[in-house]
């Protein structure tokens, strides 16, 4: 499928699928969804997303979620678990989950999170969206219900405080593009490559490897084509999605994240997973040098971990 008619094929419009229908469609397959929110230091935010989620799609006879559960990334001080249990949320600390295993960041939790969930379908929120709508929800589940041939969805938004039209992020625009426009053009229908907005059929997810931190949406572009095909994978339109800006000099590890990652799949980093950013910025009269650690850690598929896909 050429990208002009995958953009075509695979691109769901705002409202593309009725709560209403979608309740029905998960019945009729008897399927399971779980929704997980990685979450590190979001006691603003996160409360009011499990709250939404638990009032508009998990009562009922047929309830179109089945489990919620917020992945805490070590929020150490901050109310992040207790705000997210006080909404009727299950929290799981990411120490506690495959201990052995070395990897934190968001990818770790997103992979740490299949392991204490047991949908077939799995959705994916940020924990730290200021303006979470509950319809992103059904839209992001749509594609999978309705077409056993799609296995992975993204979605897309509006970013209000990124004074941007539909279309990627910083760092999605200034990286992540040029990269799979180089290495991955079947990619490049993806309005918004880096989206945490995202869910997938479990077998798929289940059988590939995830990377490490700000990686993590990369990498799962770059294995699930990979594993199923493009043809496999779609977006989704979810509206408008306010969340908390990182400053500038934020951006600078996450696209270098991003980066190591591509070269990783492309055989062309040749360097330990390990390496220093640095960063010369004025403090007063001095010039100083920052210092940030890029650690791009692989979890292998689940799947190799248990011994086959779980259900």
Known sequence: MSVDRWLKERTFGPGAFDPKRMRDVKRANG??????????????????????????????????????VVMDGGSGGDDTAAAARAAGARVVHDDDVLPHIVGRGKGAAMWRSLEVTDGDVVVWVDGDIIDFDPRFIPQLLGPLLTNRAIGYVKGFFDRPLANTAVGGGRVSEICARPLINRFRPELAGFIQPLSGEAAGRRDVLESVPFLSGYAVEIGLLWDISAHVGVDAMAQVDLGHRVHTNQPTAALGPMAAAILAAVLRREGLDGAAPTHDYRRPRTDGSEVILDHATIDLVELPPIASLTGGVRR
């Open 31 to 68: 399927c399971r969804v779980s929704v997980v929110v990685p979450a590190r230091q979001v006691e603003d935010t996160v409360g009011h997303i499990c709250t939404a989620i638990v009032h508009e799609w998990m009562g009922g006879e047929a309830p179109l979620v089945d489990e919620l």
